[in-house]
């Protein structure tokens, strides 16, 4: 939890009510029916091979172990808080949800955004801008919730006191990995009779092919049906919910359900352990478009990641750990490096302070991946490359942020070109180094296209610094023209990562949200440029239909996808919202242009006019010297001659 009030170096008022032990550390910023599943022919041969070595992996890591499990020799004594606590909940708790009253008054405060200056500059509020409804518009709760009388201040003393100093690991058993750990009033998808254990291992291949490649989180040495089953419910119902979306539709509102449910008792019973963590993040990757509930699940998993002491860096390899407890060790420290990557991307959207700091095992993550022993997992490489990549952005949109002034103004000292040439040869240089880690992982196309992806929108948002005080009209700030042809190509090439890439190999349908999300900044910051008279003037001949035909051909891409599955909603949704925007930006060219035609024509007439003026004031003189007289008969004369020298002065 966030320590409030620590920093005199006295016990914080949170861990002096929950009675834990205050560590308080300064904050540093610093498919078609009946269509095979290889449409990827080549790519897919790879990772089904990879997929069935580490199927063999895992049967003989479960193999060389006497079943049932003997007490913890799975987890080893480094991580005592593993196991998932009792599932009933004392006597004096009525067993609803906590009250969402403070929750309505959050929502509120979330759209009173204090930096409006800011609304252009992060990629969630400038797609705001573009849509009926937030993306965003998501709460966290910032007060742990504990049930009133639940326990009393000794108890959680005791507690926490039991967690600082755990039992000795001969006093505790886990569930043998062929027992099913079951959860009193609710059933897996096994059990609930919508699949078999058949089907499910099927659904797990197919989940390790077409879905884990997106989030990197899962080991299938490790995760077997019989494992997760044991472990945990909840991360089990969340897979097959995901499975049951593209592969079984008309199972996937059954599932939804079942998985809805789990969420619900995990929370109100405070389930704690890493599958846990995983199964709330497997809720999110994969919502619904409606959904807003992206920010809640991030942070309790994040919250529940760190008190779990998921982040715990070991370093080499202690010569006693067993194969099963380097493959738990490193799901652990996977699922916080993954939790850090998605809690630096959701900041980076949304402009809100991320949760998880820096600690030892991120700063050590350069080379986790050659950790985890032979062969290098591809997964294994795009997780440590993410976890680097997110602290270049955030080093990076810091020293930003630090040079800016009240309002948003940037201050003088400011040299974004000196600041983004840095960037940008980090960016350069992480390429580099990760490409060539994934060549030596044997990695396939997608995993190299993912790469590219994710470091183009980081490019395409750090530039964007250079350039966004000066697309304002009334602007005298300078435009950079590198800072411009950097946001011009990286987002152009993610989208064509989009269409040629994913599309191509039939994987563009399975990505979660924060692939969308890019897909859709990247769109709208090219339509931004065109809007610009500042930027448009700059771009080169034939850039707008360009940046048309790109995003066309990226909304094609999605509606494409969306036919493969009826419950492909976020697809076709997010087809439907690319198409618009180019229409759109079309049907406010055309306005645009029918004001300029309007404006020359009405300059044209009145120039016309004030030349038939002054014409006629030179017959009138040319007469008037002829004939003096004139001005004598014909008063009016005079007042026209007086009035047309005014005008002519």
């Known amino acids: 939890m966030k320590c409030v009030g620590a920093e005199d170096g006295q016990p914080c008022q949170r861990c002096k009510r929950s009675g834990s032990e205050c560590i308080f550390e300064k904050h540093r910023r610093g498919r078609k029916p009946g269509s095979k599943l290889s449409e990827a022919?080549?790519?897919?041969?790879?990772?089904?091979?990879?997929?069935?070595?580490?199927?063999?992996?895992?049967?003989?890591?479960?193999?060389?172990?006497?079943?049932?499990?003997?007490?913890?020799?799975?987890?080893?004594?480094?991580?005592p808080n593993n196991e998932l606590p009792p599932l009933n909940l004392p006597q004096d708790y009525d067993g609803g949800l906590p009250s969402m009253g403070s929750g309505s008054r959050l929502n509120h405060e979330d759209d009173d955004d204090p930096e409006k200056n800011d609304e252009g500059l992060f990629p969630a509020k400038l797609i705001q801008k573009e849509r009926n409804s937030s993306f965003f518009k998501t709460i966290l709760n910032p007060e742990p919730y504990e049930p009133s009388g639940s326990k009393s201040a000794s108890e959680r003393s005791h507690t926490a006191e039991a967690q600082r100093n755990p039992s000795p690991p001969a006093t505790r058993t886990l569930p043998p990995i062929n027992t099913v750990l079951t959860v009193p009033g609710l059933d897996d998808p096994i059990a609930a009779g919508i699949i078999d254990e058949s089907h499910a291992s099927v659904l797990f291949d197919l989940f390790f092919l077409r879905l884990n490649p997106f989030i990197n989180l899962f080991d299938p040495a490790l995760h077997t049906?019989?494992?997760?089953?044991?472990?945990?419910?909840?991360?089990?119902?969340?897979?097959?919910?995901?499975?049951?979306?593209?592969?079984?539709?008309?199972?996937?509102?059954?599932?939804?359900?079942?998985?809805?449910?789990?969420?619900?008792?995990?929370?109100?019973?405070?389930?704690?352990?890493?599958?846990?963590?995983?199964?709330?993040?497997?809720l999110m990757y994969w919502k619904e478009p409606e959904d807003q509930r992206t920010w809640t699940y991030i942070g309790y998993a994040c919250r529940m990641a760190v008190e779990l002491g998921l982040n715990r860096y070991v370093g080499k390899r202690p010569p006693e750990e067993t194969n099963i407890q380097l493959l738990e060790r490193r799901n652990r420290e996977r699922t916080y490096l993954v939790l850090f990557v998605h809690d630096r991307s959701l900041s980076t959207q949304t402009g809100r302070q991320w949760m998880l700091p820096e600690c030892d095992l991120v700063r050590h993550s350069t080379t986790w991946h050659e950790e985890g022993g032979s062969p290098i997992r591809p997964e294994d490489v795009i997780c440590a490359a993410f976890v680097?990549?997110?602290?270049?952005?955030?080093?990076?949109?810091?020293?930003?942020?630090?040079?800016?002034?009240?309002?948003?103004?940037?201050?003088?000292?400011?040299?974004?070109?000196?600041?983004?040439?840095?960037?940008?040869?980090?960016?350069?240089?992480?390429?580099?180094?990760?490409?060539?880690?994934?060549?030596?992982?044997?990695?396939?196309?997608?995993h190299f296209a993912f790469l590219s992806f994710f470091r183009l929108y980081v490019r395409l948002f750090l530039n964007s610094f250079g350039i966004h005080a000066s697309m304002s009209p009334t602007s005298r700030a300078s435009l950079s023209l590198h800072a411009l042809s950097a946001c011009y190509t990286s987002a152009l090439e993610n989208l064509q990562i989009v269409t040629k890439d994913f599309a191509?190999?039939?994987?563009?349908?399975?990505?979660?949200?924060?692939?969308?999300?890019?897909?859709?900044?990247?769109?709208?910051?090219?339509?931004?440029?065109?809007?610009?008279?500042?930027?448009?003037?700059?771009?080169?001949?034939?850039?707008?239909?360009?940046?048309?035909?790109?995003?066309?051909?990226?909304?094609?891409?999605?509606?494409?996808?969306?036919?493969?599955?009826?419950?492909?909603?976020?697809?076709?949704?997010?087809?439907?919202?690319?198409?618009?925007?180019?229409?759109?930006?079309?049907?406010?060219?055309?306005?645009?242009?029918?004001?300029?035609?309007?404006?020359?024509?009405?300059?044209?007439?009145?120039?016309?006019?004030?030349?038939?003026?002054?014409?006629?004031?030179?017959?009138?003189?040319?007469?008037?010297?002829?004939?003096?007289?004139?001005?004598?008969?014909?008063?009016?004369?005079?007042?026209?001659?007086?009035?047309?020298?005014?005008?002519?002065?």
């Open 225 to 282: 049906v019989h494992y997760i089953r044991a472990r945990c419910p909840f991360l089990f119902t969340t897979i097959i919910m995901a499975c049951c979306k593209f592969f079984e539709v008309e199972h996937y509102k059954k599932v939804q359900q079942l998985a809805h449910e789990f969420a619900v008792r995990a929370f109100a019973e405070n389930w704690k352990r890493v599958e846990v963590c995983q199964a709330f993040a497997c």
């Open 388 to 446: 680097q990549l997110r602290r270049i952005a955030s080093e990076t949109t810091d020293l930003f942020n630090s040079h800016r002034g009240v309002g948003g103004s940037n201050h003088t000292d400011m040299n974004h070109d000196v600041l983004l040439r840095n960037c940008n040869g980090k960016l350069t240089q992480w390429s580099e180094t990760w490409e060539a880690e994934m060549q030596k992982a044997n990695g396939e196309k997608f």
């Open 504 to 649: 191509a190999m039939s994987m563009l349908r399975y990505s979660q949200d924060s692939i969308t999300v890019m897909t859709a900044y990247s769109a709208v910051f090219l339509l931004k440029l065109l809007r610009s008279s500042n930027t448009l003037a700059e771009l080169h001949e034939g850039a707008t239909d360009e940046i048309y035909n790109q995003i066309s051909a990226a909304a094609e891409a999605y509606h494409e996808a969306s036919l493969l599955s009826p419950s492909s909603s976020s697809a076709a949704h997010h087809a439907r919202f690319l198409k618009s925007l180019v229409a759109q930006d079309i049907f406010r060219a055309k306005e645009r242009m029918q004001q300029q035609q309007s404006h020359r024509s009405t300059e044209t007439r009145t120039q016309g006019k004030l030349a038939s003026i002054v014409f006629v004031p030179s017959v009138i003189l040319t007469q008037c010297v002829q004939r003096p007289s004139l001005t004598t008969d014909h008063p009016h004369l005079t007042r026209t001659l007086h009035h047309l020298c005014i005008l002519n002065r």
């Open 41 to 79: 022919s080549k790519m897919l041969r790879r990772l089904e091979k990879g997929l069935n070595t580490a199927k063999l992996k895992s049967q003989n890591n479960e193999s060389s172990l006497n079943l049932p499990y003997p007490p913890d020799t799975r987890s080893g004594d480094r991580f």
